[in-house]
């Protein structure tokens, strides 16, 4: 139990994240409504809902002029860069990234608030329960994807229009996803408060909420597919890419874990289990990444290729595109870079989390792995979804 005196502490805490969040959006509101062209229209509408509003248009581009905003596409797009206009598209700029990076921290905190106040996360049950919600913010990004295409493929309306569907939009959609969740969480207390259900069984109600969540997600994916016109397209369902994806991902995790713990015991010794999910997190992301830049072909699956979102990913492509020998590149592409980065970062977070961490802080550890999983595992499922329906 926690005492009267921590959680007062914990409470106190909680009411100076909200002031301070309150303040930050006078702030911004305050800004945008005493210089809107240049806080507004330049800075928030370019980097941050712009590119959401393309997006949720299945457009390449979107400008704003005169306080109006247009979907824009092929040449257009180019030719509103030259003149000068205020142009969004979809996708992430180095500079939306590190806004959202500072954002995530700070939401971050203020949900470790929120745990303390819930008295969550001292149960490492419940991280492996919050895994299914990680795989469904990705899916529910590929439903986006999936209207697109049937708009595309039929000339159609879209299924879910704008605005809902700015709502499975990235980065609205990790917002949706984590009400989504806190509410399995809230259910599984509420049954263990009614006495429905035994305290420790609890963490089995979130789970099965959030896998019932990805199965009837991934379920309505497939729906959309097969009741789409895709003659003419690639749209259709290509089995063997998750399965490739799947394997070499649980390969690679379950290979560098183990040598881990002969090697170096010390890294696995504070997450245990845990690390394994970091590793394989970032293994997905990694080699979806490099299957769907480099190696459809030698799935049978050629006629498929998609590029990098993500500045980051870009960024390490074209410097290998630069450094690497041409034979090197011939045989093994530019993609596999991103995913060594990804393995040597997972290695380095699971080897930070050690037995101390977690001793000064169980729950805030423990909360910080949740999210280092989901940027892994939301990014990679998407990218392997929407190449698993050539999407």
Known sequence: MVSTERLGSVVNSGRAWVVTAVLATVVVVGG????????????????????????AHNAQCAVRSGGSVEPLNDQACSQAKITGQIVAEPGYTVVSEI????????????????????????????????????????????????????????DAGAVIGYPLNALIISPVIYGVVFLITLAAILIGLGLVRGDRIESDRYPMVVGGIGTAAVVLTVGYIGYLVATMDTSGTRIGFYPQLPAVVLVLSVLIAGGVYAAMDRFAPWTNAGTGLMGLVVLFAHALDGVANVIAADWMGALGLGFLHYDPKHPANRIIIEVAGTVLPQSVID????????????????????SLF??????????????????????????GTRDMLRATFGI
């Open 99 to 154: 806004g959202y990076a500072v954002l995530l921290l700070f939401m971050l905190v203020g949900v470790y608030f929120l745990v303390r106040r819930l008295q969550l996360g001292r149960d490492r049950r419940l991280f492996f329960a919050l895994i299914p919600f990680m795989f469904l913010g990705g899916a529910l990004r590929v439903v986006e994807d999936a209207t697109d295409a049937a708009v595309t493929s039929a």
């Open 32 to 55: 945008a409504l005493a210089f809107p062209r240049q806080v507004y229209d330049r800075f928030i509408w370019q980097y941050f809902w712009g590119p959401v509003y393309a997006d």
């Open 331 to 350: 045989a093994i592409g530019t993609a596999w870079p991103f995913l060594l980065v990804k393995i040597v970062a997972a290695v380095l977070v699971v």
């Open 354 to 379: 050690d037995d101390r961490i977690f001793e000064d802080s169980k729950q805030y550890a423990m909360l910080l792995l949740v999210a280092i999983v989901a940027v892994g595992l939301g990014p």
